[in-house]
């Protein structure tokens, strides 16, 4: 393991964990509103299948998705002054939490419909393929999303036209507040995948590495041979669904025990034990998170509202 | 024979006689020939030639690449169309009929149609969209609705129903050249009906237009309907009624400027839509002909629609709950003569 690219990794899902706090701070504050779906927890699969792409590919995600946008690059002050609803969000205020978009990055995505990405990801695919371009389409979805016929649909017409889509099924275990054995007949979902004669792999989603070398096998494998491929990485949601959620459904010492897996402090664990991950590596790492996270509260504070007499615009382009 | 030996025969001034199944597969051909973008997918469209046969031939002038037939999967295979429009194509989506395109809905509400706005104008989804629609085919419920309105609703839509071969071609070029998503809804019944195409007319994807004169009565209608609307304004002249027919085309965004235009020359309005009554086009164009031009009525607005039933199979019970040409004229003639 190379240090500096260690560091990266752990100072992405720093970067995720802490924008994810004082999101929820801000949330308390009335700073935000609507519906805020928090990524803590699940940071080490955004930062690790993140590394595996390049500029030209492709990324489609979820309505929980701060953590794919931070990762893919997204300036950090360009998504908190979304969730202030500003026009210097990266989707000027139109979109908020569950819609963060930036074409030059080519993340088209934020999608708040359950497996509403998984077509559209099939389809940029397509575009990929039918213009001679090597670009992989990497979609991120969860395991609520296996319910929908949408997920079918899309796994069967990209694997029948050999698209090159990496399908990332997040499986942090609930759709929203329903365990995945109370809304799947089978559990194993990488069997799903296969069922349409699709590559599949499972992974575990709480090691940044692990999720860092499933996904450069499956971006390489597709780039090599064509034709989708799907990876599960298995997670946990610390936090409730959203902001609203008195959680129910599940037990206090559930979350603690993968608590205890925490990708974060886990990887941190790991860096330090192989002697990785000086103190003042750490200090400074840390530091420079928190500085990077004060001037994208600063940076959306101070953005501009849209003008209400140009709420209409961009319904349509002509 | 197909629509590239059919034009060309016969010509006069730019002007040929072809059917509205070949306007629209010419204009097709003309679209994949001159624009390596473009490429047509859907249920059947390749071997099959289409369910209406518009695509045959297509295949095998453009290859499977181009010409793609599709699972039975409308959410994917529409939402595929949007991601490839996404990535830099020009797809025309074929959607079997527009019962089918109910299960690519979501694709549709809450994608095509809400991506650029929710992206902040950042995201252009050029995708174009056909469908069958309507009845009289003796298809039953679940193959014979008209559902456009629904679709005219929707924000971040174009919504057209061309109804004459011109149109049928010109509006597919038209909608291809359009930056946002379009929807074509073409009448099942008018495939086999042929008109004289002139393929030099303009690309205009803004106006009604007026199919026939006239200065009693406004005949506004769409798609399916036209033809009854203009055979009951020939059969209207007997009784020295002048009806002027406006064909809305476009039916989101609505013209209602050449509407208003047309009841303000002759006062009195008839709207002939096949859809069901309740919540209905016809309701939205009465609603701003009431909001537009209160004072220039006449008589109150007047509207032929289906019954509000589930369409039926037996061809007696479909004709009773179809707009026909005697029912409209019937409304024309109450409203005219009935004014004092």
Redesign the interface.
């Known amino acids: 393991m190379h240090r500096e690219h260690a560091h990266r990794l752990l100072r992405e899902m720093l970067r995720i964990r802490r924008f994810e706090e004082k999101a929820a701070e801000l949330y308390t504050l009335g700073k935000i509103r609507g519906f805020l779906h928090l990524y803590i927890g699940e940071e080490a699969v955004a930062v690790g299948a993140m590394q595996a792409l390049e500029p030209e590919d492709a990324v489609v995600a979820t309505y929980r998705e701060h953590g794919h946008a931070l990762a893919r690059g997204i300036p950090a002050g360009a998504l908190m002054a979304e969730l202030f609803g500003k026009a210097s969000g990266c989707s000027r205020g139109h979109g908020g939490s569950m819609h963060f978009f930036d074409t030059s990055r080519r993340f088209y995505g934020g999608y708040a419909i359950v497996a509403g990405g998984l077509p559209i990801a099939t389809g940029l695919a397509l575009a990929e393929t039918m213009q001679g371009r090597r670009g992989v389409v990497a979609c991120f979805f969860g395991d609520g999303a296996v319910d929908e016929g949408e997920f079918a649909e899309s796994l069967n017409l990209a694997a029948l036209w050999r698209l090159p889509v990496v399908f990332v099924c997040e499986n942090n275990l609930y759709a929203m507040g329903t365990a995945l054995a109370r809304h799947q007949a089978q559990t194993d979902i990488r069997l799903k995948a296969e069922a349409f004669g699709m590559p599949a792999d499972a992974v575990d989603g709480m090691d940044v590495l692990a999720v860092e070398a499933a996904m450069r096998r499956a971006v390489e494998a597709v780039r090599r041979d064509g034709g989708p491929r799907f990876l599960e990485a298995r997670t946990y949601r610390f936090r409730a669904h959203s902001m609203a959620d008195p959680e129910l459904y599940r037990t206090k010492a559930e979350v603690e025990e993968w608590k205890r897996r925490d990708p974060v402090a886990a990887f941190t664990a790991r860096l330090r034990a192989a002697a990785l991950l000086a103190d003042a590596e750490l200090a400074a790492l840390t530091a420079a998170v928190e500085a990077d996270l004060e001037a994208a509260v600063a940076f959306a504070e101070a953005a501009p509202w849209e003008p209400v007499e140009d709420v209409a615009k961009d319904v349509y382009t002509a | 024979m197909g629509a590239g030996r059919g034009r060309g025969e016969g010509r006069v001034h730019g002007v040929t006689r072809v059917t509205y199944r070949e306007a629209i597969r010419g204009a097709l051909r003309d679209a994949l020939r001159s624009d390596q973008r473009v ?1 047509l997918m859907g249920e059947d469209v390749g071997r099959y030639g289409g369910a209406f046969a518009v695509s045959r031939g297509l295949l095998e002038e453009f290859g499977p ?1 181009r010409v ?1 037939d ?2 039975l ?1 409308e ?15 020009r ?1 025309i989506v074929e959607v079997m009929t527009v019962n089918f395109s109910l299960l690519a809905l ?2 549709i509400v ?2 095509a149609a809400a ?10 989804v050029p995708l174009v969209v056909r469908m069958a629609t309507g009845a009289g085919r003796q298809l039953a419920a679940q193959h014979s609705h008209s559902l456009e309105n629904w679709y005219a609703h929707i ?2 839509i ?1 919504v057209l129903a061309p109804a004459t071969v011109t149109d049928g071609r010109a509006m597919l070029l038209a909608a291809l050249r ?3 998503p379009v929807f074509l809804f073409e009448h099942a019944t008018l495939y086999p009906l042929e008109g004289d195409l002139d393929e030099a007319a303009p690309l205009d994807l803004r106006r009604a237009a007026v199919r026939r004169e006239g200065r009693d009565v406004s005949l506004v209608t769409y798609g399916g309907s036209l033809p009854k609307a203009l055979a009951a304004a020939e059969q209207l002249t007997a009784h020295g009624i002048a009806a002027e027919v406006v064909d809305l085309r476009v039916l989101r965004p609505l013209d209602m400027a050449s509407v208003l235009a047309s009841v303000a020359k002759t006062h009195r309005v008839i709207v002939i839509d096949e859809a069901w009554r309740t919540g209905s086009l016809a309701a939205e164009v009465s609603a701003q002909i009431m909001e537009g031009a209160f004072y220039e009525l006449d008589r109150p607005v007047a509207r032929v629609c289906s019954a509000e039933v589930p369409m039926p199979y037996a061809r007696h019970l479909e004709e009773a709950v179809l707009p026909q040409v005697d029912t409209i004229v019937a409304t024309a003639r109450a409203l005219v003569g009935g004014h004092g």
């Open positions: 490429f690449e793609r599709t699972p999967s959410s994917a295979f529409v939402g595929a169309g949007i991601g490839a429009a996404l990535g830099g194509m797809p979501d694709q809450n994608h991506l650029r706005y929710m992206s902040g104008g950042q995201l252009s924000p971040g174009k359009d930056p946002d």
